[in-house]
């Protein structure tokens, strides 16, 4: 009765807290449950949906086979153990341990986006719990890609270890850890309440809408205009080429490429002005904001414009039109890849979402 009241506002979104469902039935119903019965009537809602949660482990290794058939590139590894009913193997059974899973393309999709890796990993919400985990990378535009994915059986030192890590020889590209876990765990806050299969085909959902939208935005956007540039990275360098005119060189090394810049005060700074050394040859330039970003900075600017280099040429492809279109292009396998049309996976497919 109670999962029959609460079906459409569990359909309509599945990370709906349990204190909504509890909300919920007061004000319908007009009784209080508790928190057990709102989650297991939660439970019962997702399973009628998706399907029982221990045949979907059943069906996984044949889901798998399926996507490998009809998906273009797609990678997977399921690890399992045997099974034994007292001292005799179970041949017929064994248990789940970890899965992996990726699509080829958005790996080598990597090859053009931001140098930053980062594992994250959130719990599952079904009855067998464990833990998925996810890797993430950054591209120019600062979307979030998802390229690998593993779901584990727990929260075990055996199993995995939660890692907050985006290295980069001690230069982050300005982003903090924590900025790209948060991220994450919004695109991930639907996908824990899934069955294990619908969390694998909501991955496939989310590439193909993402890679579609992205790519249509790319091609019919800026690249046909002929800029070189993303947008957010063309206003960054005009706003720093306004700074750049604040500062003069009043020291330097041609033979080298030392250069000492001095600041003036900027109209829209309140800071301190102060010097700054520049290392063209290395790259260099110890307030650090060129290190971390990779694009160039006011001082580099007057830098260049001093010694008559093209500023460009320091800042990173990352953030060129064309470095997004090749990763976009690339990427936009997965939509030519043969969808699944076996009608035992149509249910997945519809239903399943990021």
Not at 103 to 131: R, S
Not at 319 to 324: A, E, F, K, V
Request: with cysteine.
């Amino acid at each position: 009765m109670i999962s029959q009241t609460i079906r459409e506002i569990i359909e309509s979104d599945l990370s709906r807290p349990i204190s909504i469902i509890i909300a919920h039935i007061k004000s319908t119903m007009g009784y209080t449950i508790t928190y057990r019965k709102g989650w297991l009537a939660k439970q019962l809602v997702i399973e009628d949906i998706f399907g029982n949660w221990e045949e979907l482990y059943h069906k996984l290794p044949s889901l798998l086979q399926a996507m490998q058939l009809y998906i273009l590139k797609f990678i997977w590894k399921l690890n399992t153990q045997p099974t034994y009913q007292g001292d005799m193997l179970d041949e017929g059974n064994v248990f789940f341990t970890r899965l992996f899973w990726t699509f080829k393309p958005c790996i080598d999709g990597f090859a053009h986006c931001k140098p930053i890796v980062q594992v994250d990993g959130t719990f599952l919400y079904d009855k067998y719990k464990g833990t998925l985990l996810v890797v993430v990378v950054e591209d120019g535009r600062n979307n979030i890609i998802l390229i690998a994915f593993a779901v584990v059986e727990g929260e075990t030192s055996d199993a995995w270890e939660k890692w907050t890590l985006a290295w980069d020889n001690e230069r982050r590209w300005g982003h903090m850890t924590t900025n790209l876990a948060e991220s994450i765990n919004s695109i991930l806050k639907k996908t824990r309440n899934l069955p294990i299969c619908s969390i694998i085909m909501a991955t496939y959902t989310y590439y193909n809408k993402f890679f579609i939208e992205r790519g249509r935005e790319c091609f019919n956007g800026n690249l046909n205009t002929g800029h070189v540039y993303l947008e957010v990275t063309s206003k960054i360098i005009q706003d720093t080429q306004s700074k750049a005119n604040t500062h003069r060189v009043i020291t330097f090394d041609r033979i080298s490429t030392r250069f000492l810049v001095e600041e003036t005060q900027h109209l829209r700074e309140i800071r301190p002005t102060g010097r700054f050394i520049v290392r063209l040859d290395e790259m260099w330039y110890d307030c650090d904001k060129f290190q971390k970003v990779h694009i160039s900075c006011s001082h580099v600017i007057v830098v260049c414009l001093h010694a008559h280099h093209n500023f460009n040429v320091y800042v990173s492809p990352i953030y060129t039109l064309q470095q997004i279109s090749r990763y976009m292009k690339d990427n936009l396998e997965i939509e030519t890849g043969r969808l699944l049309t076996n009608l035992q996976w149509s249910n997945f497919v519809s239903k399943s979402r990021i």
